[in-house]
């Protein structure tokens, strides 16, 4: 080989013994972080591309190899924020729920999970009532996904699998909008004591909910020529 011969990529990877592709991830996990750290005192409407390269270490011209625009950065960052809730699910669906103890045990799994990842709650919950139109939409089809996966998971549940689809989907409703409240409280607590508060108040809230689980009596919805319909 010519000793003016540029180096290649695989020669350079072969010496700090990562690949092209490994580099490439690292790059486009130090741009999601470095909008996630600059997004914790402001909405993403008012985030610029450029103070997002500056903080991530990279020329802006860089930041188009990984993401197309600032809106595609803002769905990763909406996916990665609700794959928390997902996991969480997915925990219970598991078995990582006391059995003795469901309701407690969900607030700490949630509790645990919003501490781990309060950049993202904070982020999901600034945007899914303000900012870019994209986003919000992005948020709302989320939670409607998580619904409606928290609803097949509840129709298995004795008692609640001769509901209708319709009142599973609001049970699953409340059970949703409750988490994400409970979340953003919970990104607000500044020490031991608040969260412990936030914590005795959320166990109370899915408590009622149950409560009204008890005293429902579904129905299944009929259409006008007297069929019964899912």
């Known amino acids: 080989m010519n000793s003016r011969t540029p180096k290649s990529h695989s020669s350079r990877s072969a010496r700090d013994g990562t690949s092209r592709e490994e580099r490439k991830e690292a790059t486009r ?27 991530a270490g990279i020329v802006p011209a860089a930041f188009y190899r990984h993401f197309e625009s600032m809106e595609a950065l803002g769905l990763v960052l ?3 924020s609700f794959r928390a809730l997902r996991d969480m699910l997915r925990g219970a ?41 994209v986003l919000r939409y992005a948020i709302r089809t989320e939670i409607r ?31 949703v909008n409750a988490m994400i409240s409970i979340a953003e409280i ?26 009204g689980i008890t005293g429902w009596r579904s129905t299944i919805p009929h259409n006008s020529d007297g069929l019964t319909r899912e």
Not at 198 to 210: C, D, F, G, S
């Open 29 to 55: 996990r130090a741009i999601v972080a470095a909008a996630l750290r600059l997004l914790e005192s402001r909405s993403f409407s008012g985030l610029s591309l450029r103070e997002v390269t500056r903080e």
């Open 78 to 80: 909406i996916d990665e």
């Open 93 to 133: 669906r598991a078995g990582k729920l006391d059995p003795n103890r469901v309701i407690e045990s969900s607030v700490d799994i949630l509790i645990a999970g919003v501490n781990e990842r309060r950049e993202h709650w904070r982020f999901i919950g600034r945007e899914r009532n303000s900012g870019v139109t």
């Open 145 to 175: 996904l998580i619904t409606s996966e928290l609803a097949i998971d509840l129709a298995r549940f004795p008692g609640l699998n001769t509901w209708s689809s319709e009142d599973l989907n609001i049970l699953a409703t409340l059970f």
């Open 186 to 211: 919970i990104d607000d607590a500044n020490d031991s004591a608040a969260l412990e508060e936030v914590r005795r108040t959320a166990v109370k809230q899915l408590r009622l909910i149950v409560v």
